[in-house]
């Protein structure tokens, strides 16, 4: 094809192409004092003169022609490149032992046979026991010089039992690990073992992750061994899934297999995004992992203290969305709205009510819930804030002194067991009942009917080891008898047991007149 006078040819372009290759290479190198070879891509130590690969020349840099600050975009990292960033990361990620040496107890429910779980009729229920000598592995990572190593708080304390834990490392080596601390509500934990052997890994700026960034997943599965998943962010930190007190997930689609819970997840040269928390066996793409800036903070605590005492006001808070705005009539599109007041707490003697909307703390906007838990917590107890709140269009703000956060703050146990079965209860005071709700037909609360009225109820902290049929029911078990919502709110709150929430129900219903229900909590967000 003819082109225009003075246009260059194909050959002027390439050299163009190959003369810009270079420069970034070269630039890249500057910054990490190694060659990267101009024909093939691979790293090479500063002092070569020949690549190692294919043993092309490799041009000395100009120290002149540095551009400083330049950083590499993590696009033109060759494939080899990668793969010996996670050799060096993987000798990092330990697997983690634990043996418990106590046990706890749990509620379970089940169908009697086939015929009902098909018909999906009321289950039956018991409590039962974990093993004492149980045996669990997770994996870790090491963070310092000094044998620091990061995990998950349920691979360090399984169910906060207390727990026997070995570290191995990737080349067989074992050594007995103690915990310096645990904060069981983000699910964090600092580990120790007395050897500098192990190379740390370095933290990475988990604020700086865009969406579409790829990433590496590693761990240390008791049953597969060294696993790295690669993946990309599909959600930034915000994400809340209810299985820990105080969340702020990071989504990867970097699937995570069974027992990498506490391995991390890095960036392409190798740095510290995010702790892997959990993954969704059951559909690929799911992981979610604590970022960087979130478990960096929660770490130094328990380095400096041994543990997190977090500060705790007493507020159910929600963000706000269409539900909370048709709800309370808010105005507001940023803060936390006030669902629930916990009775006897800090924010009953501040002021604070439902429908508030909380948009800030100490003079200092806030949007988000994770912002707002984490800014109360940091300040520990007996500590006084003001929080900046919107009521009904009304700016104000409210001074709160924070008390030393419970171990398991609970919010309105009715309402709570409501949101599980996905039914509410309706009280008829003229004769004495409490009547289901459940015109949608819940599937979360098998033999539990609409309009079936509530006779009496056995909560967890009640329930036998044996199976409550309806013989156990009527004649060994001690029931309370429901003759109002406040009846059966006082026995939801000792429905919770071993981390669930299970509860036996007696209703006038004559074909199954004893139904047993039970879940896993789920965490509601609390200030």
């Keep these: 094809?003819?082109?225009?006078?003075?246009?260059?040819?194909?050959?002027?372009?390439?050299?163009?192409?190959?003369?810009?290759?270079?420069?970034?290479?070269?630039?890249?190198?500057?910054?990490?004092?190694?060659?990267?070879?101009?024909?093939?891509?691979?790293?090479?130590?500063?002092?070569?003169?020949?690549?190692?690969?294919?043993?092309?020349?490799?041009?000395?840099?100009?120290?002149?022609?540095?551009?400083?600050?330049?950083?590499?975009?993590?696009?033109?990292?060759?494939?080899?490149?990668?793969?010996?960033?996670?050799?060096?990361?993987?000798?990092?990620?330990?697997?983690?032992?634990?043996?418990?040496?106590?046990?706890?107890r749990y509620p379970v429910t089940w169908w009697k046979d086939d015929?009902?779980?098909?018909?999906?009729?009321?289950?039956?229920?018991?409590?039962?026991?974990?093993?004492l000598d149980e045996r669990l592995a997770g994996s870790g990572f090491?963070?310092?010089?000094?044998?620091?190593?990061?995990?998950?708080?349920?691979?360090?304390?399984?169910?906060?039992?207390?727990?026997?834990?070995?570290?191995?490392?990737?080349?067989?080596?074992?050594?007995?690990?103690?915990?310096v601390g645990v904060d069981a509500a983000c699910d964090l934990a600092l580990l120790k073992v007395d050897t500098a052997e192990i190379p740390p890994l370095s933290w990475g700026d988990s604020s700086g992750i865009r969406v579409g960034q790829e990433t590496w997943a590693?761990?240390?599965?008791?049953?597969?061994?060294?696993?790295?998943?690669?993946?990309?962010?599909?959600?930034?930190?915000?994400?809340?899934?209810?299985?820990?007190?105080?969340?702020?997930?990071?989504?990867?689609?970097?699937?995570s297999t069974h027992g990498n819970s506490g391995g991390p997840l890095v960036d392409v040269l190798g740095r510290v995004l995010g702790v892997t928390d959990m993954g969704f066996?059951?559909?690929?793409?799911?992981?979610?992992?604590?970022?960087?800036?979130m478990a960096r903070l929660v770490i130094d605590r328990l380095r400096r203290n041994g543990s997190y005492p977090r500060?705790?006001?007493?507020?159910?808070?929600?963000?706000?969305?269409?539900?909370?705005?048709?709800k309370f009539i808010i105005k507001r599109s940023d803060g936390a709205v006030v669902q629930y007041v916990l009775p006897g707490t800090p924010a009953v003697s501040a002021g604070f009510l439902p429908g508030d909307v909380i948009y800030g703390i100490n003079?200092?906007?806030?949007?988000?819930?994770?912002?707002?838990?984490?800014?109360?917590?940091?300040?520990?107890?007996?500590?006084?804030?003001?929080?900046?709140?919107?009521?009904?269009?009304?700016?104000?703000?409210?001074?709160?002194?924070?008390?030393?956060?419970?171990?398991?703050?609970?919010?309105?146990?009715?309402e709570e067991l409501e949101g599980y079965m996905r039914v509410w209860f309706e009280e008829e005071p003229s004769q004495k009942k409490v009547i289901i709700r459940d015109p949608a037909g819940s599937r979360k609360a098998p033999g539990i009917y609409n309009g079936a009225w509530v006779k009496s109820v056995l909560p967890a902290e009640d329930w036998p080891v044996e199976s409550i049929t309806h013989n156990y029911y009527k004649t060994r078990a001690k029931p309370t008898r429901i003759d109002s919502l406040r009846d059966l709110r006082a026995a939801c709150a000792r429905a919770h047991l071993g981390?669930?929430?299970?509860?036996?129900?007696?209703?006038?219903?004559?074909?199954?007149?004893?139904?047993s229900v039970a879940f896993d909590e789920l965490w509601p967000i609390i200030l």
């Design 1 to 104: 094809m003819p082109r225009r006078a003075g246009s260059p040819g194909p050959a002027t372009w390439m050299m163009a192409m190959f003369v810009v290759w270079v420069g970034l290479a070269f630039l890249t190198a500057a910054a990490e004092d190694v060659l990267y070879c101009p024909v093939c891509g691979a790293r090479n130590p500063a002092a070569n003169r020949f690549c190692v690969k294919d043993g092309s020349p490799i041009p000395r840099l100009e120290p002149a022609r540095r551009t400083p600050g330049f950083t590499r975009s993590p696009g033109t990292y060759s494939a080899e490149e990668i793969q010996q960033v996670m050799e060096r990361v993987s000798k990092s990620v330990v697997r983690i032992r634990a043996r418990t040496t106590t046990t706890y």
């Design 115 to 131: 015929e009902d779980a098909y018909h999906h009729t009321a289950q039956l229920g018991k409590i039962t026991a974990s093993d």
């Design 142 to 179: 090491v963070i310092s010089a000094e044998g620091e190593i990061v995990t998950n708080a349920h691979v360090a304390s399984p169910s906060g039992l207390k727990a026997d834990l070995t570290v191995e490392t990737l080349d067989g080596n074992t050594f007995p690990a103690r915990i």
């Design 218 to 255: 590693i761990g240390n599965p008791l049953d597969i061994g060294l696993s790295v998943a690669r993946g990309t962010i599909s959600g930034l930190g915000g994400m809340r899934m209810g299985l820990n007190q105080i969340e702020s997930f990071i989504h990867s689609d970097a699937h």
């Design 281 to 293: 066996e059951e559909e690929r793409g799911q992981g979610y992992a604590i970022p960087s800036q």
């Design 311 to 326: 500060g705790y006001v007493g507020l159910h808070v929600r963000p706000v969305d269409s539900e909370a705005i048709k």
């Design 363 to 414: 003079g200092r906007h806030a949007p988000s819930t994770y912002l707002l838990q984490e800014s109360i917590s940091s300040v520990g107890p007996s500590a006084p804030i003001r929080l900046m709140v919107d009521r009904q269009g009304k700016e104000m703000e409210l001074t709160v002194t924070t008390r030393q956060r419970p171990d398991a703050p609970r919010i309105d146990p009715l």
């Design 499 to 515: 981390g669930r929430m299970a509860i036996t129900f007696e209703i006038d219903y004559p074909v199954n007149p004893v139904a």
